[in-house]
């Protein structure tokens, strides 16, 4: 298993393209399914997630065209054709290596009539139910079975007929999966309290470009008007957030400048108001945000929260530069169980960390010591990644696979802006 190692101490300045939005690609590949004809997408980013993805694609016999493109660009082109699906079943020993797979079962359902997906199970940071997929799907007609460890879900015959759901509970993919399900049902289907996350806007922005009629797209009330048929379409992924983010965050906490290039800052305004009052220079623009790192960074107190508050992706990262503000920071993450795995790797580093319950009291310290650390899952590795680059000495990452999922290139990237790191593999 591959490994990072970085020297701290060194200022990041420069500036590296923001690449496509993992979360976005994970919902959008999966639309290729609605429609018999070719989708392209644009601004995918090269990532394990994403050929994990692709290859659940070709289970169902959709085929999966890479464009050519320079190895040295960021971000591919590729085209996805479901002409004639040869399976409707996710296998448990795909979904197993990546959960976002349960994205299938909505446009499989709404496609073929019918899907089999195995349950996903829970991760690193929590269990991660998919009860509210199911009742969406449900509410909009479905018959939904558990056996197995499989969810067998079947619409009647003729299709969906679509319904209303209201979600108890935010949910980013039962969003997705029911707004999958519902453009091609026979009726109008209504979501209320559903996710606003950019990347749930720049899915219906796509399902709008193949055909579908949805109304309310960036609120949490959506109406969607089923139609008989979609059509292909080309699309460029959304640039990521949660990436770009965690950029500003290495770069501040080196004491950097570094301009994210391509960066959206109305998908992030949460991340920019708390860069802002740890005391970070945040400048944007229409083509991408400039971070500068002046003075000493000031403790300040975060709640994690559904959009448009602050996304519990950025908890890490943030985490890891408050470890080196002045005075005490009290993090609160409200979405997921057990999402501070990475406290016990920062404190090896010398952090000073006390989590009681979901509620994380970060003590500043003058300074981190590098160290040898095990990244546990994607955002924690990225935050063991910032610390380490303001650490004294060296820090190995290990278990870099968790990082290739969501960070494309990442020793790249960090070297264009004078990081000293390098990717070593196993003895
Ligand atoms: C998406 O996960 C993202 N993943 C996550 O990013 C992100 O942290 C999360 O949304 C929240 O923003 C992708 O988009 C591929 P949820 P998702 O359904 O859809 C509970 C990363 O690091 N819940 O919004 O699984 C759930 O347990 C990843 O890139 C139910 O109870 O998140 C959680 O407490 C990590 N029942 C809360 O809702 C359900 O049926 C929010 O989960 C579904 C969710």
């Given at each position: 298993m591959d490994k990072i190692r970085i020297i701290g101490g060194k200022r990041l300045s420069g500036t590296i393209p923001v690449s496509g939005a993992k979360n976005a690609a994970l919902t959008l590949i999966?639309?290729?399914?609605?429609?018999?004809?070719?989708?392209?997408?644009?601004?995918?980013?090269?990532?394990?997630?994403?050929?994990?993805?692709?290859?659940?694609?070709?289970?169902?016999?959709?085929?999966?065209?890479?464009?050519?493109?320079?190895?040295?660009?960021?971000?591919?082109?590729?085209?996805?054709?479901?002409?004639?699906?040869?399976?409707?079943?996710?296998?448990?020993?795909?979904?197993?290596?990546?959960?976002?797979?349960?994205?299938?079962?909505?446009?499989?359902?709404?496609?073929?009539?019918?899907?089999?997906?195995?349950?996903?199970?829970?991760?690193?940071?929590?269990?991660?139910?998919?009860?509210?997929?199911?009742?969406?799907?449900?509410?909009?007609?479905?018959?939904?079975?558990?056996?197995?460890?499989?969810?067998?879900?079947?619409?009647?015959?003729?299709?969906?007929?679509?319904?209303?759901?209201?979600?108890?509970?935010?949910?980013?993919?039962?969003?997705?999966?029911?707004?999958?399900?519902?453009?091609?049902?026979?009726?109008?289907?209504?979501?209320?309290?559903?996710?606003?996350?950019?990347?749930?806007?720049?899915?219906?922005?796509?399902?709008?470009?193949?055909?579908?009629?949805?109304?309310?797209?960036?609120?949490?009330?959506?109406?969607?008007?089923?139609?008989?048929?979609?059509?292909?379409?080309?699309?460029?992924?959304?640039?990521?957030?949660?990436?770009?983010?965690?950029?500003?965050?290495?770069?501040?906490?080196?004491?950097?400048?570094?301009?994210l290039d391509g960066a959206k800052a109305d998908d992030m305004l949460s991340t920019i108001h708390a860069l802002r009052n740890i005391g970070i220079e945040v400048e944007t623009d229409a083509t991408g945000i400039d971070v500068a790192?002046?003075?000493?960074?000031?403790?300040?107190?975060?709640?994690?929260?559904?959009?448009?508050?602050?996304?519990?992706?950025?908890?890490a990262q943030l985490m890891a530069l408050l470890c080196r503000a002045e005075g005490t920071s009290v993090l609160t993450e409200t979405i997921f169980e057990n999402r501070y795995m990475h406290v016990p790797e920062l404190a090896r580093m010398g952090a000073d960390i006390d989590v009681q319950s979901r509620t994380a009291i970060v003590k500043g310290v003058p300074s981190m010591t590098g160290a040898q650390v095990m990244a546990t899952d994607l955002r924690a590795s990225m935050s063991l990644v910032i610390a380490g680059l303001a650490a004294e000495g060296e820090t190995q990452v290990k278990r870099l696979y968790h990082l290739d999922r969501g960070y494309e290139r990442l020793e790249e990237k960090l070297a264009l802006l004078g990081a000293e790191v390098e990717r070593i593999g196993d003895e």
């Open positions: 999966p639309c290729a399914l609605l429609t018999d004809e070719p989708l392209t997408l644009r601004n995918l980013p090269r990532l394990a997630d994403i050929d994990g993805f692709q290859h659940l694609m070709t289970q169902f016999g959709v085929s999966v065209n890479i464009a050519g493109g320079r190895p040295e660009d960021f971000g591919r082109v590729v085209t996805y054709e479901a002409t004639r699906l040869t399976s409707t079943v996710a296998p448990y020993d795909l979904v197993r290596k990546m959960r976002a797979s349960v994205l299938v079962l909505g446009p499989m359902l709404a496609r073929a009539g019918e899907a089999t997906v195995s349950m996903p199970g829970g991760c690193a940071i929590g269990n991660r139910p998919i009860d509210l997929h199911l009742k969406a799907l449900e509410a909009f007609g479905a018959e939904i079975e558990l056996a197995q460890g499989y969810v067998k879900a079947r619409a009647p015959d003729g299709g969906l007929p679509g319904g209303d759901y209201d979600f108890p509970v935010v949910s980013v993919g039962a969003t997705e999966n029911a707004l999958m399900a519902a453009v091609l049902a026979n009726g109008t289907s209504r979501l209320n309290n559903a996710a606003r996350e950019p990347e749930i806007v720049d899915l219906c922005n796509l399902l709008v470009a193949m055909g579908a009629q949805i109304e309310g797209i960036g609120t949490s009330d959506l109406t969607i008007h089923g139609v008989k048929r979609l059509h292909g379409a080309t699309y460029r992924v959304m640039p990521d957030r949660i990436e770009a983010g965690s950029y500003a965050c290495a770069a501040a906490i080196t004491g950097g400048q570094v301009r790192a002046n003075g000493p960074l000031k403790a300040v107190n975060l709640s994690t929260a559904p959009f448009p508050g602050l996304a519990t992706d950025m908890q």
